[in-house]
Nanobody, 121 residues
Framework: QGQLVESGGGLVQAGGSLRLSCAAS????????MAWFRQAPGKEREFVAA????????YYADSVKGRFTISRDNAKNTVYLQMNSLKPEDTAVYSC??????????????WGQGTQVTVSS
């Protein structure tokens, strides 16, 4: 079995940037989709972005399109989420996931524990 560990979360001012990392261990997630989800207090888990194993396609939620960029380094078994122009509404626990293509949590098999991102006004 594999394990995913997120890092890079923290407190940032509105308009600022943050880069999240998700490192996989225990196995290589070859040919699997890697994605980011987020969950704010009192809300359902929300899809953020996903990228294919080959890196040939990406998909973003409308709420983050143009501001966030997902990327991956398969040699390091790591996926990244570059977050620019952050808004207070982006405040949430961000989790990485690995699985099949899709925007629903049920499409993903492996999950990290999450990293807190807080955006202040």
């Amino acid at each position: 079995q594999g394990q995913l560990v997120e890092s890079g979360g923290g407190l940032v001012q509105a308009g600022g940037s943050l880069r999240l990392s998700c490192a996989a261990s225990g196995r290589t997630f070859s040919r699997l989709v890697m994605a980011w989800f987020r969950q704010a207090p009192g809300k359902e888990r929300e899809f953020v972005a996903a990228q294919s194993w080959s890196g040939t396609w990406t998909y973003y939620a409308d709420s983050v399109k143009g501001r966030f960029t997902i990327s991956r380094d398969n040699a390091k078994n790591t996926v990244y989420l570059q977050m620019n122009s952050l808004k207070p509404e982006d405040t949430a626990v961000y989790s990485c996931a690995v699985g099949s293509i899709g925007t629903m949590p049920g499409s993903y098999t492996y999950w990290g524990q999450g990293t807190q991102v807080t955006v202040s006004s």
